[in-house]
């Protein structure tokens, strides 16, 4: 049994104020935390505002390193990495997704560029790509996620909808065919009409291409719907895990209690 | 065609607190000497009656805050008024917005009508403390003397479970939740007859999100006032609206008491926002709607929906469908529904 991440209880304490009034915030409190190779899967972290789940989504990319503890990814620690190449090779396997594809994007920018930008970056590693090369595998990802270059090529953010526009940052992470994706809030900014599509594609990106996914968020209702594992947090500790199913349907943490019952459903009506 | 039915909307005797009839409002830019109207409001009417909470939903961009900033008379170009009027019955007396002066209106916001905006951390001046928001946004609506009026304030943030400690913080100190629930104190405080709220849950994580709920309910309950309730959660309009209207487009298309739209909704694209919530327990597969939410510069002809809705008619490229009452309280735009019930 392999692991493609390992999270080995790993704490990050922020520094907080200035000489005379410092004051050590943690917002990760010793988690450890698995995801097998052979079994991809989707993993909720929920809880609420301040309780960690970005700075541990930014210890994963390796955006920020632990204070104490280490993150394994494919059996290499991320701290050790070093250099251009080292850094390109770990980024080829994790991806982030971020919240509002409104912001990800220079709205100044076509969006196909990042789209050229990340293969040709991504496929220099073994030689240098042809302009077709390129071209194939942006339009390859894209299919993927449902789009084709066709729709994207030459749009600038704005006239792309807020589904598609999350859609086509999608398929930028999977440009250098990743093991992992971390989305942070991926659904929180897209219309209302096409926030399944999203949740739904991240369900069948894990059954076509084996992808594990990070799924971070407080909506416990697409939780629920989508991932396999889910793991509550509340002031950066971990206070419940396990098969998400199981937890939501009988939570027993005080905490997961509470933040069960708060869900508001269509069922007050 | 247009069977247009306010007076039959509103069967009671007494008179609604809004009356808002056909109102249209574009945004219009020349550019190029090419005039562009984004249609943000087109042909909508709707009444709330004293005491009701009205809950708009709609996709980002489908017009939904200039639909208040309309309602309210927060009017700036390029936004502009093209035709309809809106009529705010305050006191027994009827003030219709468009015809104020600007000094009246201003005598009418804050004590009669008051709005609760989206994004809490925008509205509270960073650099000073809450008590000076408080004082520049209701001071002169009160009447009060100094001392009646912090006396008030305070009474009545402790009535809402805040601390008066909060008057002297800054709003950094507080967390998100507080200063939201701060910033409904502040729009509550002159016990407004009216209140417009835009989105004030939408940043806020989920118990805070139940807390703030609770707290608009209540206060709703104590001063009897009338809510127009702006948010995209479907599930929020399930907890807090008594009646729902659906904004696509710039347009109404469906308008129902909350448990009517939620278990009986007619139009498609209504059906489709309610089918599509996940709920917990439920792991059925739910699906999304395909095609993209248009844009108001160059809507589709027609119904606005038709080109991803999947019970298209001829008829509905062609012709925009009008409202009809389905039942007095239950209003659907939609050629698929008149059809079947004529």
Known sequence: ?269 | MQTESLLHASDTAVEPMLVVDRLKAYYTTKAFGIDRDIRAVDDISLTVAKGEIYGVAGESSSGKTSLIKTIVGAIRPPLHVVGGNVRFNFGGQAHDVYSLRPDELQAIRWRHLSYIMQGSMNVLNPVRRIRHSFYDFAFNHMGLGRTAFWDKVRDHLKKLDLDPGVLDSYPHQLSGGMRQRTTIALATVCTPEFIVADEPTTALDVIVQRDVLTMLRDIQRDLGSSFLFVTHDMSVHATVSDRVGIVYAGRLVEEADTPTLFRGARHPYTQHLVASLPKIGDTTRRASLSGRPPSLADPPSGCRFHPRCPLAMDICSREVPAMTNLTPRHRVACFAVSGATS
């Open chain 1, 1 to 269: 049994m392999s692991l493609i991440l390992d999270i080995d209880h790993v704490s990050k304490t922020f520094l907080q104020g200035g000489l005379l009034s410092r004051r050590s915030v943690e917002a990760v409190k010793d988690i450890s935390l698995q995801i097998e190779a052979e079994r991809p899967e989707i993993l909720s972290v929920v809880g609420e505002s301040g309780s960690g789940k970005s700075t541990l989504a930014a210890m994963v990319l390796g955006q920020q390193l632990p204070t104490r503890g280490r993150v394994l990814f494919d059996g290499i620690d991320v701290a050790s990495i070093h250099g251009r190449a080292e850094h390109r090779a770990f980024m080829a396997k994790v991806q982030p997704v971020l919240q509002n594809p409104f912001e990800a994007f220079n709205p100044l920018k076509r969006v196909d560029r990042y789209l050229f930008a990340t293969a040709a970056n991504f496929m220099s590693a073994n030689g240098r790509p042809t302009r077709a090369e390129i071209e194939a595998r942006v339009d390859q990802t894209l299919v993927e996620v449902g789009l084709t270059l066709a729709e994207v090529r030459g749009r600038f953010p704005h006239e792309l909808s807020g589904g598609q526009l999350q859609r086509t940052a999608i398929a930028r992470a999977l440009i250098p065919d990743p093991r992992l994706l971390v989305a942070d809030e991926p659904v929180s900014m897209v219309d209302a009409s096409l926030r399944m599509s999203i949740v739904n594609l991240f369900g069948s990106l894990r059954d076509r291409l084996g992808l594990s996914i990070i799924y971070i968020t407080h909506d416990l209702a697409t939780a629920y719907y989508i991932s396999d594992r889910i793991i509550i947090m509340k002031k950066g500790e971990v206070v419940e895990r396990g098969n998400a199913r199981d937890v939501l349907d009988n939570p027993q943490h005080p905490y997961s209690i509470a933040l069960k019952n708060a869900v508001l459903t269509p069922e007050f009506a």
